[in-house]
């Protein structure tokens, strides 16, 4: 099954978009999809903490600060089971 990451933090409202935008798509194709607090590691916040939210699929970064359903769609129709 697909993973799909969203590196994220609380209070942010382009991180609650995206969120959004993932669970809509979670109706439509089946994936897992594990959120991220990039504020609990200093690492993934030194990382991503300016560009949030990353959504990565499969550990490979896709989107910043924005999800395009349709590319997302696309990119989970090319996934081997």
């Known amino acids: ?17 995206a969120h959004e ?4 798509l979670r109706a439509e194709r089946e994936f897992e999809l594990r959120e991220v607090d990039v504020t609990l590691d200093p690492v993934l916040f030194a990382r991503y903490g ?3 939210p990353v959504v990565a699929l499969d550990g490979r970064e896709l989107f910043e600060y924005f999800v395009d359903p349709v590319a997302l769609r696309e990119r ?3 996934v081997e089971p």
């Open 1 to 17: 099954m697909p993973v799909v990451t969203i590196y994220a933090k609380p209070g942010c409202h382009l991180c609650e978009e």
């Open 21 to 24: 935008v993932l669970e809509g």
């Open 50 to 52: 300016e560009r949030i």
């Open 76 to 78: 989970l129709d090319r």
